[in-house]
């Protein structure tokens, strides 16, 4: 990934080894950041991939407001390998993809930092996420947000643990209404910019048109029973756990259950029908020195919202992992995230879902 000097920005100087690289968006939190890291004296650069978005051009603004050398990695073609065609692909097996969980794993954590370490040497990179690191024992950890209707660990569960120690999180310890204030304060241009909840590749259109075009095999609703409901034109459109736009008449609420990318059967059930107790994870990326023992109390999350449940873990192993939640979650779905975590909020691991079952 090529790192070239923003335009728009005057360089002064070249970016010390050490120096804090903040991922920055231009939105509110990644400047938040910035700015926190230069109250504590620290070096400070910016750097922004330039990927769909006015990302660069509104990081570039904020890079010279706050006088701090601003950076452009090449992304595009590699950002759509590794981040675009699998989410699609994705779909189109009946799997939920995570791409920005993805994307922090395999770009900003992975190849971006690397490149930033082959244009400048050692590094540190801090973004804007609502999580924490906890250093202790000479180990960094990562952990929970303070606030928890923003805690964003979750995706950032795929971080690999030897980066810990030169990640940074200024926001962990903070809400968004403190950040906000912050930056009115400081004047500065992200202050009220609105929160994006989209995609940043999908834009304020809905992600599946990132398949239209693509061959799609039609296939059947079904209930549980494998009664006829309804058709449809392709499993893309559809997610584990869907209630909207399945076009079916129902007195009760119905959601999808399973969808079967063989056959393009896509199975729908009322919500009892869809909580499952039983996880199982691939692709594990452990954050702790060591992986817990078999029958050890975690606390597990299926999705981004929400609070973290108890669960008692099955198994950790070259295999994947396996928990037992004593509770159902709504609709796990193949493709997103089971993060675990410990009592104290540090996580633990976290894991690509392949399977889900009820538990009698």
């Not at 978005?53 to 992304?75: F, Q």
């Not at 296939?219 to 756990?241: K, M, N, P, Q, Y």
Request: proline share 7%.
């Amino acid at each position: 990934m090529k790192i070239e000097a923003s335009p728009g920005v005057a360089l002064e100087r070249r970016p010390p080894p050490g120096c804090v690289f903040v991922l920055m968006s231009g939105g509110v939190d990644s400047s938040v950041a910035a700015l926190l890291l230069l109250r504590e004296g620290l070096d400070v650069a910016a750097v922004t991939m330039d990927l769909p978005g006015p990302a660069v051009v509104e990081a570039a603004r904020v890079a010279r407001e706050l006088a701090v050398p601003h950076y452009v990695a090449r992304a595009g073609d590699v950002f759509r390998r590794m981040i675009v065609e699998p989410f699609v692909e994705g779909y189109l097996a009946g799997v939920t993809p995570n791409p920005c969980a993805d994307c922090n794993a395999l770009l900003k954590f992975g190849l971006l930092w690397d490149s930033l370490e082959g244009a400048f040497g050692e590094v540190r990179v801090a973004t804007g996420h609502y999580a924490r690191i906890v250093r202790e024992g000479g180990r960094a950890f990562l952990a929970r947000g303070a606030d928890p209707h923003k805690d964003q660990s979750y995706f950032l569960s795929g971080l690999p643990r030897r980066r810990l120690p030169g990640v940074m999180l200024p926001l962990g310890g903070m809400s968004k209404t403190e950040v906000r204030s912050i930056a009115r304060e400081a004047g500065l241009p992200a202050a009220e910019r609105p929160e994006s909840m989209e995609i940043c590749f999908a834009g304020e259109g809905d992600y599946r048109r990132l398949v239209e075009g693509r061959e799609q095999k039609p296939g059947l609703l079904l209930d549980e029973s494998g009664a006829v409901l309804g058709s449809h034109r392709g499993i893309a459109g559809f997610t584990v756990g869907q209630r909207k736009g399945l076009g079916l008449a129902s007195r009760e609420g119905l959601y999808v259950k399973r969808i079967d990318a063989d056959t393009g059967r896509v199975i729908v059930a009322p919500r009892e029908g869809v909580m499952r107790r039983r996880v199982r994870a691939g692709c594990v990326n452990l954050l702790f020195p060591s992986p817990p023992e078999a029958g050890e109390l975690l606390f597990g999350k299926t999705r981004s919202r929400g609070e973290p449940d108890p669960c008692d873990l099955v198994r950790m192993d070259g295999g994947g992992m396996e928990v037992l939640f004593r509770e159902p979650r709504f609709a796990p779905a193949p493709g997103q995230r089971l993060v675990l975590y410990a009592a104290d909020g540090r996580v633990v691991a976290g894991g690509v879902i392949e399977y889900c079952e009820e538990v009698e």
